[in-house]
Nanobody
Framework: VQLQASGGGLVHAGGSLRLSCLLF????????VGWFRQVPGKEREFVAA????????MYADSVKGRFTISGNSVRNTVYLQMNRTKPEDTAVYYC??????????????????WGQGTQVTVSS
């Protein structure tokens, strides 16, 4: 499966942005799609994950209550709705997919496929 992330940009603090992750190819190999983010000099950080089977949503504490992850199986797309953004949300955001569900969905090493990143900048 291949993934293509889009929707990044510049937003003022408190504003909203929606990221999209389009899946194509063998989309059946994507039991879970996750979003991660990374800033220079730091490790890639888990943001949220979506499980197709039961529409399960998992979030990092830092974004819980502000971000919403969802999936559209017809469009083979997973969305990350970012509300009430903060300057510390600034990062390159990546989407990734794992073939089989794993409890350690917050670990980037678990994921099998990665898309390119999309830059999100939140100005103060």
């Amino acid at each position: 499966v291949q993934l293509q992330a889009s929707g990044g940009g510049l937003v003022h603090a408190g504003g909203s942005l929606r990221l999209s992750c389009l899946l194509f190819g063998r989309t059946g190999n994507s039991a879970v799609v996750g979003w991660f983010r990374q800033v220079p000099g730091k490790e890639r950080e888990f943001v949220a994950a979506f499980r197709w089977l039961n529409s399960g949503q998992m979030y990092a504490d830092s974004v819980k209550g502000r971000f919403t992850i969802s999936g559209n199986s017809v469009r083979n797309t997973v969305y990350l709705q970012m509300n009430r953004t903060k300057p510390e949300d600034t990062a390159v955001y990546y989407c990734a997919a794992m073939t089989y569900y794993h409890d350690n969905y917050f670990q980037s090493s678990i994921y099998d496929y990665w898309g390119q990143g999309t830059q999100v900048t939140v100005s103060s």
